[in-house]
């Protein structure tokens, strides 16, 4: 079935170093995109990227991710972590079959 | 920006307890859904509906009803809430369904179950 994987439940970074949040899916749709949804702390889930193009990078707030269909990745990455930044990352496929599928989802915790 | 309003923002019930949360979204969006989000699972799909009077069944709708009254307005009915429905819930709309729609959530609605 379809599925989307986030390997890391927690991941912990230093500010200003660089991070990357690893994302993998599985799918039998050929329509589909992607997207990074970010989690505040008691806020709701917000959409901060989203890409269907193969091999073309996407950004926004400082973070950047490149949809690569040949190894079925969508890894979220930026140069220098924030303090800011520190929030719960989900990854998420959609298709045109019905329903978007998440990934269970990354705890970015940065350190001063 | 869209704007998804759910009621209330916290709930504590008891076992065998009758339970109704509220979504409201006021962009004129096409599609509704009702996730559970609990740690080691993510966000996992209730329900959903593409408009009034329509009802989908998503992954996890085991104990649970919903219903879209309106294009705006639509409910979670737990008729007998057990602690495993312990949950944050959230309500998300998006405009239509397409594979780069994105959903828009609302505050979300903590549940308790005693």
């Known amino acids: 079935g379809d599925s989307v994987t986030q390997t890391e439940g927690l991941v912990t970074v230093t500010e200003g170093l660089p991070v990357k949040l690893n994302c993998t899916y599985q799918t039998t749709y050929l329509t589909i995109a992607f997207f990074w949804y970010v989690q505040y702390l008691n806020e709701a889930p917000q959409v901060l990227l989203r890409?269907?193009?193969?091999?073309k990078r996407t950004e926004h707030q400082g973070f950047h991710a490149t949809l690569h269909k040949s190894s079925s990745s969508f890894h979220l990455q930026k140069s220098s972590a924030q303090l800011s930044d520190s929030a719960l990352y989900y990854c998420a496929l959609s298709t045109n079959a019905y329903k978007v599928i998440f990934g269970k989802g990354t705890h970015l915790h940065v350190l001063p | 920006e869209a704007a998804v309003t759910q009621s209330p923002r916290n709930k504590v019930t008891v076992t065998g307890g009758n339970v109704t949360l509220s979504c409201r979204q006021t962009n004129s969006h096409n599609y509704m859904y009702w996730y559970r989000q609990d740690t080691g699972h993510g966000l996992r799909l209730i329900h959903y509906s593409y408009g009034a009077g329509n009802l989908q069944i998503g992954d996890v709708p085991d104990g649970y009803k919903a219903t879209r009254t309106t294009q705006e307005d639509f409910f979670l009915l737990l008729e007998l809430a057990s602690p495993s429905q312990t949950s944050l819930y959230f309500c998300?709309?998006?405009?239509?369904?397409?594979?780069?729609?994105?959903?828009?959530f609302g505050s979300g609605t903590r549940l308790t179950v005693l």
């Open positions: 998300a709309s998006s405009e239509g369904w397409g594979s780069a729609e994105t959903l828009y």
């Open positions: 890409s269907s193009t193969d091999n």
